[in-house]
């Protein structure tokens, strides 16, 4: 079946500019996630949705950045007025019920590049 | 202090190495620990999964876990060139609810 798809694949981009990136979930699973990873970093936990229940956004790094999850599906993550320290992979998982215990499968990832 | 830390390498081994990877925490609510492993350009995969101590393999892989030194360990026998990758420990707990927390990931060459 189809696994988690992001788009675009890299985004680049001039400093001030918003930027929008997109999640598709695996059908059927009710929560999702996203990422930041900048080399050598590992992955940053950026904002939680869970069904119908309100996001956890305690890993959103400043208020320029904003997710939101439609329908209980697709996301959009939006940075606005980016900075150059926002250049990272922009990774978003899905998992089947959110608990910890659960296997998340990642999409390949948005490149973002803010010149 | 990071929660999790990982040596990012990279490690280079020959063809048919036994490959230790490692990462400490310092959460002692930990008890899910988990191995994934990314290609470049790729987004992370599930490769093991541990619940709390001892050891459990899989294949190749044998992953390890010793919550009184709170140190996990990822072994692959005959590495392969196909197993160069970034290896991402993992953990989460009961406590922390959803949250996951990543170590930075071990780059391994593994060449031919």
């Known amino acids: 079946g189809a696994g988690v798809s992001q788009s675009p694949s890299n985004k680049v981009t001039e400093k001030g500019k918003d930027v929008e990136l997109r999640c598709d979930p695996i059908?059927?699973?009710?929560?999702l996630y996203w990422y930041r990873q900048s080399l050598g970093q590992g992955l940053e936990f950026l904002i939680y949705?869970?069904?119908?229940?309100?996001?956890?956004k305690s890993g959103l790094p400043s208020d320029r950045f904003s997710a939101e999850r439609t329908g209980g599906s697709v996301s959009t993550l939006t940075i606005q007025r980016t900075q150059q320290e926002d250049s990272a992979v922009y990774l978003c998982a899905s998992s089947p019920s959110g608990i910890s215990v659960d296997t998340q499968y990642f999409g390949p990832g948005t490149r973002l590049t803010v010149l | 202090q990071k929660e999790v830390e990982q040596d990012p390498g990279p490690l280079s081994v020959p063809e048919g190495a036994i490959v230790s990877l490692n990462c400490t925490y310092s959460n002692s609510a930990f008890q899910y620990f988990m191995w994934y492993r990314q290609y470049s350009r790729k987004g992370p995969e599930l490769l093991m999964y541990?619940?709390?101590?001892g050891n459990k393999e899989d294949g190749r892989f044998t992953a390890q876990v010793d919550k009184s030194s709170k140190y996990i360990s990822l072994f692959i026998r005959d590495s392969q060139p196909s197993d160069s990758a970034t290896y991402l420990c993992?953990?989460?707990?009961?406590?922390?609810?959803?949250?996951?927390?990543f170590g930075a990931g071990t780059r391994l060459f593994v060449k031919a």
């Open positions: 541990t619940y709390s101590s």
């Open positions: 993992a953990m989460s707990g009961i406590t922390g609810g959803f949250k996951t927390i």
């Open positions: 949705f869970q069904g119908n229940s309100a996001p956890d």
């Open positions: 059908s059927g699973h009710t929560a």
